[in-house]
């Protein structure tokens, strides 16, 4: 009786706590408020229902999972609950310096959302002074409202203060404190880990690891909880986990790279020295469409033009992993692999690199990406600084327009792209990154113009609106080209056109599998990766289709080549056009060659995958395979390696 007695004495002098508690979880909820991310949609009364029912088992709880207001309490009770053990001045002390940091916290969130539609990360944090030119605005971003953040910490000190008197009277015995500690520990883990692996389950863990952007972290961890994560993070891979590289390894790598360079000329070399280049990154693009009609339609009249009147490559994959776009971007600027998990951009935004953007701009060359989406979205606001990449023409910056699938359409997208490109000083550099063929591949159905007669199963949709989206696509890119002519920029452009990756479209698709010849495991695994790549080289009238394998990794090597400037050793790709001799590796170790396609097996076993021979198109001993897999894996490693110990950061400290 006693012990019940001073135990509800104890649990009443907690008020303090819980009033911080609150204090904090309605910060959090203010936060999502003002920046429209997400949180809780019903009413509190109904939130409570529920959460009763699947606290007592009785129903799914399903509504409470969404939003965060379980693992939004749930962080706050973790991270908090040894206050309970404190008392007197020094428990006063904690709960002032734990609000005070959280809440700091949340306004440096809030405001800097409002810039870049991003949470502060880590990577953010170590790299401040370089986040562009933000520091001189970040006064302008304030808002009267963000007082609502820290008001209370100026009005509950006398609060506490009276509480703090009350207390210290009182006999504080440590065994009920204890209890309620531990309790609220307890229920602050499940109420964070039991969303949490909930989310994880139903495709979470994808997103998590896949580092797509912090807004998709926090979309299911919450504010702190993605605080928590990232700080995880930081510390396991910078101090923790982190691969020391020797001097002597450094050295080696560096020797390596020297050596492998082998980038051989050929008649085209410096041929766009001094005059703009423009890459045109098409989302989606596969080879498979290109030259092909479908119910007597040609699917692609343009860019089947420019495969018949400017050098086409027929035989280029595409090398992204998880990161996507990204990754094909990223193996555009740095000639470097994606990483194996997670990506590059998200995970090595801070290393040191050298990038083609960085090369071009020792020749006077000014860099511009067009890409209209969120800046923050993979990372590219911060990562681009890092490739010295003078500005990003992102969603923001282009006019408002008809927003098709993700954002806005492809022609107004581009002919707004080449209106500022025309306004650039010469001679520039221009990444064109489109949007509109981003899968699931809707459109309006005005836009839909082909006639798919055949393919209208439900089971096809996809594939009906891919071919639909890349035709929408083609007539883009048809518009663009007229464009630069009209401009007169055609006979003094660079251009180069290639997809980023793969649709999605897979082998169980029947459309796709009758329509492109995907029904072997040979055949699907070359059209699968294979993508088209245009070059429009400026003063060149002779067309050319090239059959020689090449790959994303060679983009950066070769369009060094044609500007007539010296390739960062750095760079692991070759000329695409010399006869150097290359092979298209794959992040898992598959890698088609001119000779061989090698399939690797799914548990990453050398000899359980397949080796077929390219001539023939059947399998052959995996023995055959053997030598350029190696070749393929030690790429891999290399590459790896640069980016997991920032070598290229180390060599040059070390070169100099
Ligand atoms: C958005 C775009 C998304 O910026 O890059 O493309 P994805 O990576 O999903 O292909
Ligand atoms: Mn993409």
Not at 7 to 34: A, E, G
Not at 407 to 418: C, I, R, V
Not at 443 to 455: A, I, R
Request: with cysteine; proline share 3%.
């Amino acid at each position: 009786m006693k012990f019940i007695n001073s135990f509800f004495k104890t649990l009443v002098q907690q008020y303090d706590y819980l009033i911080f508690v609150f204090i904090i979880l309605l910060k959090i909820y203010y936060f999502s408020h003002l920046t429209n991310t997400v949180f809780i949609t019903l009413t509190p009364l109904e939130y409570l229902n529920q959460f009763a029912g699947w606290l007592l088992n009785l129903n799914e709880g399903g509504q409470i999972f969404e939003g965060l207001i379980l693992i939004s309490f749930g962080t706050i009770l973790l991270s908090t609950f040894w206050i309970i053990f404190l008392k007197g001045k020094l428990r006063l002390i904690a709960i002032l310096v734990l609000n005070i940091i959280f809440s700091f916290i949340i306004l440096a969130d809030a405001v800097y959302f409002r810039y870049f539609g991003d949470l502060i990360s880590m990577t953010v944090l170590s790299q401040l002074g370089q986040v562009g030119d933000v520091g001189e605005s970040i006064t302008a971003l304030f808002r009267w409202s963000d007082l609502l953040f820290i008001i209370d910490i100026l009005l509950i000190i006398p609060i506490f203060f009276i509480g703090y008197k009350k207390d210290s009277k009182s006999k504080n015995k440590f065994i009920p404190r204890a209890v309620i500690g531990l309790a609220v520990l307890f229920i602050g883990f499940q109420l964070t880990f039991i969303p949490f692996n909930k989310s994880m389950e139903n495709g979470g863990a994808f997103q998590f690891n896949k580092l797509i952007s912090n807004m998709r972290v926090y979309n299911f961890t919450g504010l702190l909880g993605f605080h928590g994560a990232d700080i995880y993070r930081y510390v396991n891979d910078n101090y923790l986990n982190k691969t020391t590289y020797s001097a002597e390894e450094v050295k080696d790598i560096d020797q390596w790279l020297t050596n492998e360079n082998n980038l051989l000329s050929s008649e085209y070399e410096g041929i766009a020295e001094g005059k703009n280049i423009i890459i045109l990154q098409v989302e989606a693009l596969q080879n498979f469409v290109i030259n092909q009609e479908i119910n007597g339609q040609v699917i692609t009249p343009n860019l089947n033009k420019l495969t018949q009147e400017e050098v086409y490559f027929d035989n280029f994959y595409e090398q992204t992993a998880l990161g996507r776009t990204s990754d094909a971007e990223f193996l555009l600027n740095n000639s470097l692999y994606p990483t194996a998990s997670g990506s590059a951009y998200m995970l090595y935004a801070k290393n040191e690199y050298e990038s083609l953007p960085e090369k071009l701009k020792q020749e006077q060359y000014n860099s511009t990406v067009y890409h209209a989406y969120n800046p923050s979205f993979w990372n590219r606001y911060i990562i681009y600084n890092q490739f010295e990449i003078d500005e990003f023409y992102s969603k923001e910056d282009f006019s408002e327009g008809e927003a098709i699938g993700w954002s806005l359409n492809d022609k107004d997208m581009l002919l707004e792209s080449l209106e500022d490109i025309k306004s650039r000083a010469q001679p520039s550099y221009s990444h064109l990154i489109t949007l509109t063929s981003h899968h699931p591949f809707e459109m309006p159905e005005k836009y839909e113009t082909m006639n798919l007669e055949g393919y209208t199963d439900y089971s096809m949709r996809y594939f009906r609106n891919y071919i639909n989206s890349i035709h929408y696509v083609d007539e883009a890119v048809g518009q663009f080209v007229d464009a630069l002519k009209e401009e007169g920029m055609w006979d003094n452009t660079l251009l180069l056109i290639y997809g980023d990756h793969s649709s999605g479209l897979t082998k169980d698709d029947p459309a796709f599998n009758a329509f492109a010849n995907t029904g072997e495991e040979y055949n699907y695994f070359i059209e699968d990766k294979r993508i088209p790549l245009i070059m429009h080289l400026p003063g060149n009238d002779q067309s050319e289709t090239i059959n020689k394998v090449g790959s994303q990794i060679d983009l950066a090597p070769t369009i060094a080549h044609l500007a007539g400037i010296e390739p960062s050793s750095y760079w692991l790709g070759s000329n695409l056009l010399s006869d150097a001799k290359r092979q298209a590796t794959f992040r898992d170790g598959s890698f088609i060659s001119d000779q061989h396609a090698f399939l690797a097996a799914p548990d990453g076993i050398y000899d359980n995958g397949s080796c077929f021979d390219r001539q023939t198109e059947s399998e052959v001993p995996v023995e055959e395979c053997r030598e350029e897999f190696n070749t393929g894996i030690q790429e891999l490693r290399i590459s790896d390696k640069i980016l997991d110990g920032n070598l290229i950061q180390r060599i040059k400290a070390m070169n100099n």
